[in-house]
């Protein structure tokens, strides 16, 4: 691992262009006092516990925080309960009526639960679950497509004190089997298929498949989305049929009083540096972390129609589309599908629809916007919006601009959030009525966050310095450990600096204390004793017209000990010449210097990236250096990566 330093750094990141937040939004935002920032430093256990005041608890904690070094305990001695939270609450508190979940299928079915019926559907899953033999502390697995019922099952298995395993819908069996086993869990929730661009995923196979190999399942519970063409079959006795259970079950269900520290479920990380990881988040601090972030980030106002791209299947969709919003008592879109179907205009064509006021999506889906051309969006009425933000990677600041120009019409301010499956919510992010923004920043951390940018002795760098991004606190949604291997969480994230918890992401910080995110530092390169972070050419890449994305990595070399390769997907129309090559490479030279000028480039159609659309260095490394693959089994589509393999060993 290297340290990213170079002094060149700062040639893409465009310090000087900086968007000051409106006065409308510094008037009206729900955080508009700078020195909330100085206050929270000061006391950040105090600043918790007056945000901990916004949750419903059956009995208050004694104490905000016991920290041993990694081992954190938040709010000790309280109780509460998760679901209770995020529906119970409010159907007792005049928003019975109001629209909890908006769903969109991809066909164009709609279903609008209120908190109301979110409440009753809960509870009757919930008493489902219970008949099937689950109790307060069993492991549920979730493998489905997004529909309702996967945040209902969710929120059923809080209910009841189980904790749930979300594996996206999009997995291999085997995958799945492998997450199912970890965890041991008890029951698995399905479904018998999900669309996606017209076709039927066949995901009840998938579960027929994986569970040849699981002894810890007992039962199936399957949602009937598709009927007759997906043409499934129910093993007697271990499948049943959601509909069938919940048919006769009670609409009530007493809430499980949970401990603060109760574990609320596990998730895998989408393995972009290993094998993945079964991170654990409990009660009380993730819930706290959530809705906080998800009020403050996203200024949410009472009547707000807010929608999260991110598939359910990610902590994005955990925190974001179903935890974070529901206990804020706001209106959440789900939507089954993906941006081109049944045309490009589809993401548009819901905020126009639904009047969607605040949207998240990832910079790899803007990057695909831009590729589409500004005339789709164009086509539909998106003035409704009011805020809109990014999360899963930099964002390079051509995106940016065009984020703000073609979706944000120069109004909407961008929230850029910087955070890990890990961290549970968002840690480093503007707030829209304080923070001024800069194209490609995720700016400042949150009050009640303490992150550094430090050097390898973990000095921190100060401001115009580059290095590792790390935690110097304990903070209320941390990960507590990793599920039945407590060594790997204290060796991943605890141990290059005792007692400060490593992200693994490099950093750098400008002359006014914003942070740029730079990648994970694996994705750093030593090209002749420089280091160049992979994000920094990739950044100069698509900053080239004829570009749409790239991924670079760095590649063994004699001489200068790595040499960098570039992968790189041409916008459409765009022909792959040898000329282009020369013309990228120079345009790279002159963005950064010609120590950053590629080795080689190779066109691609497509890049390996995770289900949650990260790119896979990785891969590319070990395709570049003629290696065997390492573990695929999270890439969105297997087969782009052994198409570049082939096509490396012809062209390489
Ligand atoms: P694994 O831990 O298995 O390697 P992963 O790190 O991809 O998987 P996630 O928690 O989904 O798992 O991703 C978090 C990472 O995504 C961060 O560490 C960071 O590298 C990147 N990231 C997320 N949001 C941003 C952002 N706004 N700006 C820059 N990078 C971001
Ligand atoms: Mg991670």
């Not at 001695?77 to 508190?93: A, I, S």
């Not at 580059?466 to 291997?485: A, C, E, H, N, Q």
């Not at 390769?565 to 282009?580: H, M, N």
Request: aromatic residues 10%; hydrophobic residues 40%.
């Amino acid at each position: 691992m290297s340290l990213p330093t170079d002094k060149n750094l700062s040639a893409l990141l465009d310090e000087r262009r900086t968007f000051p937040p409106s006065e409308e939004f510094k008037k009206q935002a729900n955080w508009n006092d700078p020195a909330i920032y100085e206050r929270a430093a000061k006391d950040p256990e105090g600043f918790w516990a007056a945000q901990a005041k916004s949750l419903d608890w059956f009995t208050p904690w004694e104490r905000v925080l016991e920290w041993n070094a990694p081992w954190a305990k938040w709010f000790v001695g309280g109780k509460l309960n998760v679901t209770d939270n995020c529906v119970d609450r409010h159907v007792r508190n005049g928003r019975r009526n109001k629209a909890a979940i908006i769903w969109e299928g991809e066909p164009g079915d709609t279903r609008v639960l209120t908190f109301g019926m979110l409440e009753r559907e809960v509870n009757r899953f919930a008493n489902a679950l219970k008949g099937l033999g689950v109790v307060k502390g069993d492991r549920v697995a979730i493998y489905m497509g997004m529909v309702p019922e996967l945040a209902i099952a969710m929120l059923a298995c809080a209910k009841i004190g189980a904790a749930h395993s979300v594996v996206f819908g999009g997995f291999s069996a085997e995958a799945l089997r492998e997450r199912i086993n970890d965890a041991k869990a008890k029951v698995l929730i399905t479904c018998d298929g999900a669309w996606r661009r017209g076709t039927v995923v066949a995901l009840k196979s998938a579960v027929d498949e994986a569970l040849k190999g699981t002894p810890t399942i007992e039962n199936v519970v399957v949602v009937q989305r598709i009927g007759k063409a997906a043409q499934i079959s129910m093993e007697p006795l271990r499948d049943h049929w959601w509909h069938e259970l919940v048919a006769g079950a009670s609409a009530e269900c007493a809430p499980e009083h949970m401990d603060a520290e109760d574990m609320l479920f596990i998730l895998y990380t989408s393995g972009t540096t290993g094998k993945p990881k079964g991170v654990v988040h409990t009660t009380a601090g993730y819930l706290l972390g959530a809705s906080t972030t998800h009020r403050y980030v996203f200024d949410i106002k009472e009547d707000d129609v807010y929608w999260c791209t991110a598939d359910i299947g990610w902590v994005t969709g955990h925190s974001y589309i179903v935890y974070g919003p529901l206990a804020n008592g706001t209106t959440t879109v789900m939507y089954e599908g993906t941006p081109d179907f049944p045309d490009r205009g589809r993401f548009w064509e819901i905020i126009d629809k639904y009047g969607v006021n605040i949207f998240y999506t990832a910079p790899t889906a803007i990057r695909t916007f831009m590729r589409w051309g500004e005339d789709w969006p164009a086509k539909y009425k998106l003035s409704s919006l009011r805020l809109i933000g990014t999360v899963g990677e930099p964002i390079n600041p051509e995106a940016w601009m065009w984020y703000h120009e073609n979706i944000g019409h120069k109004r909407c301010p961008i929230v850029d959030t910087w955070w890990q499956t890990e961290t549970g919510g968002i840690m480093i992010s503007p707030l829209p009525g304080i923070t001024a923004t800069k194209p490609g920043s995720a700016t400042r951390p949150l009050p009640g966050i303490a992150a550094e940018v430090v050097d390898l002795e973990g000095k921190p760098v100060g401001p115009g310095g580059g290095g590792y991004l790390v935690l110097t606190k304990p903070w209320p949604s941390m990960l507590r450990t990793v599920y039945g291997d407590p060594e790997r969480y204290v060796q991943n994230y605890w141990s290059r600096y005792p007692g400060i918890y490593f992200t693994g992401d490099g950093c750098k910080m400008d002359e006014d204390g914003y942070l740029w995110l730079l990648g994970r530092v694996d994705d750093v390169m030593n090209v002749s004793g420089h280091r160049i972070s992979t994000y920094e050419v990739e950044s100069a890449l698509v900053d080239h017209v004829s570009v749409a994305e790239a991924a670079v990595i760095g590649k063994t070399h004699e001489i200068k000990g790595q040499g960098i390769s570039a992968f790189v997907t041409l916008k459409e129309g765009i022909a792959a010449t040898d000329a282009l090559k020369d013309e990228l490479k120079n345009h790279v030279a002159m963005k950064i210097g010609s120590i950053a000028k590629p080795d080689d480039i190779f066109f691609s159609a497509e890049l390996p990236k995770t289900r949650s659309a990260k790119i896979m260095r990785r891969l590319l490394r070990d395709i570049a250096e003629g290696r065997v693959l390492g573990d695929t089994t999270t890439l969105a589509d297997p087969t782009v990566v052994a198409k570049l393999k082939d096509q490396y060993k012809d062209e390489g």
